[in-house]
DNA sequence: AAGACGAAAGTGGTTGA
DNA sequence: TCAACAACTTTCGTCTT
């Protein structure tokens, strides 16, 4: 008994991963600032969250050899958001014995059944846990439908505590938040989904969507910046049916572009589509624009605009592209 | 006939006085 | 709070493949 604290890494020092940058991957700043408080590190020059309640995925007790390693597990389901009470759920039990089964004092015994009546109080009669047990079901739900990565769907949990707590959803309907929360989600993770896609599939109205999920930056005070082109691109190809290496031409595209200044103050969507078109008529892969407005969940007209602007400006001649 | 094009008017959100 | 504004959408007639 006498080893069980301190991690393996050391006190104060927490276990580095991939996930836990010490430079920004949205803007590269290297002023990346702990948060001790709310457990949040958070980029100083964006305003990124890189990371929030971080919790120590490590062993707590120190292995000395692999057997000892081996041995010693840890105790209960991992830490969830996603279920209403976090997954720490102590249930007393009906029977009125002890663990060695023996039967209880009187005494004992009514104490029980006090503590059973409070077990039941505090978890089903609490209004907040009833809302989040309904919001929980619901973006189940929705990220099932949506095929949201687990990862992603607990922190979209975790947004909607946190406005709970911050009494966001008053007056406001559980869908469109739950909604909000997971467009948000997907957002912070670089694994953005269109606006028009969460909308259609939560049916909450994508006007309603965005103004829950503008309230939640900023109530959250989150700083989310506009979402990568790049990021939508292996999912639109995938729809479309598009080679990887039509991709990696759309990505070539897409950076390119940014260098010339033609992405500021345009939709990230468009931007896609339209890198994808240019890039599939090059690579012999075309598809129409109509096939890829769709997808992309823009018009055709936004994607000739574009594309016309990236034809321009990246000096991509018409022999180029009908070159067969 | 389908796809691409571009003009014109409408929409919702942002910005700045 | 309101008007100007930029980007995007809708709609539609015309041109191209």
Redesign the pocket.
């Known amino acids: 008994m006498g080893q069980m604290h301190g991690s393996p890494a050391g006190k104060g020092t927490p276990p580095q991963n991939s996930q836990e940058p010490s430079t920004c991957p949205e803007c590269g700043s290297t002023s990346v600032v702990e948060d001790a408080t709310r457990g949040e590190r958070v980029c100083g020059g964006c305003g990124l969250v890189l990371s929030d309640h971080r919790i120590d995925t490590g062993a707590e007790w120190r292995a000395f050899s692999s057997e000892e390693s081996d041995a010693r597990s840890r105790v209960g389901a991992p830490l969830r958001y996603t279920v209403h009470d976090k997954g720490l759920t102590t249930v007393i039990d009906w029977r009125d014995r002890d663990t060695a089964g023996r039967k209880l004092t009187p005494t004992r015994r009514s104490e029980i059944y006090r503590l059973r009546r409070w077990q039941i109080r505090s978890r089903v009669h609490s209004s907040m846990d009833r809302n989040l047990a309904q919001a929980m079901s619901e973006l189940e739900r929705l990220s099932s439908q949506l095929g949201i990565p687990k990862q992603i769907r607990e922190l979209a949990a975790l947004l909607y505590r946190k406005s709970i707590l911050q009494k966001l959803v008053r007056g406001r309907s559980i869908e469109a938040m739950v909604a909000a929360t997971l467009y948000a989600a997907c957002r912070i993770r670089s694994k953005p989904r269109p606006l028009d896609e969460v909308a259609d599939t939560s049916r909450v109205d994508?006007?309603k969507l965005?103004?829950c999920y503008?309230l939640l930056l900023r109530s959250l005070e989150i700083k989310i910046p506009l979402s990568n082109p790049v990021d939508y691109i292996s999912r639109f190809a995938s729809e479309l049916s598009l080679s990887s290496p039509v991709q990696l031409r759309t990505v070539e595209i897409l950076n390119q572009s940014r260098d010339m200044g033609l992405t500021?103050?345009?939709?990230?969507?468009?931007?896609a589509a339209a890198a994808i078109?240019v890039a599939s008529i090059m690579m012999d892969e075309?598809?129409?624009?109509?096939?890829i407005?769709e997808v992309a969940?823009?018009?055709?007209?936004?994607?000739?605009?574009?594309?016309?602007e990236i034809v321009r400006v990246l000096g991509i001649d018409s022999m180029t592209l009908?070159a067969q």
């Open positions: 994508k006007k965005g103004q503008r500021i103050g345009r939709d990230p969507l468009g931007l078109y075309r598809r129409t624009q109509r096939e407005a969940r823009v018009t055709e007209v936004t994607v000739r605009n574009r594309y016309k009908s």
